[in-house]
């Protein structure tokens, strides 16, 4: 009988999250159009949808319009006020820290900008919490209490997801934001490398193209990756892993920051494209960090004429084609995403990706691989960040039992 009983409430949270997700990808559905879109039964949803609506989870609204039976149609949505998450940010001299209610929505967001690199483990956690019990205080009769906070860091994670094990832009190692962040806010958090969060934020926004196979490749102070396969996050059993950047182009070559020598960074990285564009030996220690005007005005000049700068971009573009060869060889070819400011030199960096991965074996298909480009990473790491909360809400919380009662509560 309790083996029973178990597999029922496993049923029963199962299809309630199938229909919070349904309401989460496509907003203000009918109880017609989550049938359809889960293949659930019209009274199973009729009675899920009865009791995420006496919860509190999910609102109710009457469309102006009528049906063909002459009856106003009613959509159900994410209820906004139900619970809030934390967002946090960290990158090179930059902090973001903003809340997210439960349907999705912005509720604040702040940024503050200062040197990373002298920053210490305990400082950056206070900053954080400074910022977010600011914006808790203010926005306290919007969007719920706060039920979980991620965070993205431009840096490698364990694989717990609690630990920023090494970062470029931070000279202190292994800091522990998750269980900081947790010890002071009383709810779960999650740590994550940067682009995993900006693959998570492209499967959500165009599960046509992105819910597969696919990588997401940032293109900015240094070069990383997130990687799905089969529509699951790929991270290493130890750390994040999926360090694009930090493969071995040319071994005991170019300079990296990362300490050693011959990475893809060294050589398609912004202070690598200054570098090589300002002739300087490839042994120079690495600039920390390259103003985005001249980087600007380094891309203008390769537009314009051949030389050592058009050059620098080519190089560029042949160590990330050769790295995206290598990675199509272990797994096969898969959508590319280029994210950053690099993205925005595409042109500059296109045909030499496209000629280093022609030669994968077993495919001929370099110039039909599809790659888009998205400049701004930004408003992506924040969505992938608020995402990777609110489908935990809905799998561990709202799915469940613990959704009852909440409504009366997520005011506190």
């Not at 750390?239 to 398609?268: K, L, N, Q, V, W």
């Not at 080519?314 to 797994?331: D, E, K, V, Y």
């Not at 030499?352 to 998205?374: F, H, K, M, P, V």
Request: charged letters at 20%; one cysteine or more.
């Amino acid at each position: 009988m309790a083996g029973a009983i178990a597999r029922s409430d496993d049923v029963r949270r199962q299809n309630r999250k199938l229909v919070l997700t349904a309401v989460r990808r496509r907003g203000a559905l009918s109880r017609t159009d989550i049938t359809a879109m889960t293949g659930l039964s019209a009274s199973t949803v009729s009675a899920i949808v009865a009791g995420l609506v006496s919860e509190g989870v999910l609102l109710e609204s009457r469309d102006s319009g009528a049906t063909r039976r002459g009856r106003p149609q009613v959509s159900l949505m994410p209820n906004p006020d139900i619970a809030k998450v934390g967002v946090v940010n960290l990158s090179l001299n930059s902090l973001t820290v903003a809340l997210v209610d439960y349907a999705g929505g912005t509720i604040a967001k702040q940024t503050a900008e200062f040197p990373t690199w002298p920053a210490t483990g305990v400082g950056l956690v206070a900053e954080i919490s400074t910022m977010l019990r600011s914006q808790l205080q203010s926005s306290a009769g919007s969007g719920g209490r706060l039920m979980r906070i991620s965070m993205s860091v431009q840096g490698v994670t364990d694989a717990a997801g609690e630990t920023m094990r090494w970062a470029p832009i931070i000279r202190e190692r292994d800091i522990g934001f998750g269980p900081a962040l947790r010890r002071g806010f009383g709810v779960p958090v999650s740590l994550a490398n940067d682009c995993a969060m900006l693959a998570e934020a492209l499967r959500w926004t165009d599960p046509a193209h992105y819910g597969g196979d696919f990588a997401a490749i940032m293109l900015s102070y240094g070069i990383g990756m997130g990687l799905y396969l089969k529509g699951q996050p790929f991270s290493g059993s130890h750390s994040s892993a999926a360090e694009f950047g930090h493969m071995a182009h040319i071994p005991y070559g170019a300079a990296c920051r990362c300490g050693r020598r011959g990475c893809i960074e060294a050589y398609a990285g912004d202070y690598a494209i200054w570098r090589n564009a300002m002739g300087m030996p490839d042994t120079a220690p690495p600039p920390f960090n390259i103003d985005a005007n001249v980087f600007a005005e380094l891309a203008e000049r390769a537009r314009e004429a051949a030389g050592i700068e058009r050059a620098a971009f080519h190089t560029a573009g042949r160590a990330i084609g050769f790295g995206l060869n290598n990675l199509f060889s272990l797994i096969d070819p898969v959508p590319i995403a280029l994210v950053g400011p690099g993205a925005r030199v595409f042109d500059l960096i296109e045909p030499e990706i496209r000629n280093a991965i022609s030669g994968t074996a077993g495919w001929d298909g370099a110039q039909a691989l599809t790659i888009r480009c998205y400049p701004e990473e930004h408003p992506l790491l924040l969505q992938g960040c608020a995402m990777t909360s609110l489908l935990h809400l809905d799998a561990d919380v709202f799915s469940g039992n613990e959704a009852r009662g909440l409504s009366q509560t997520s005011a506190a």
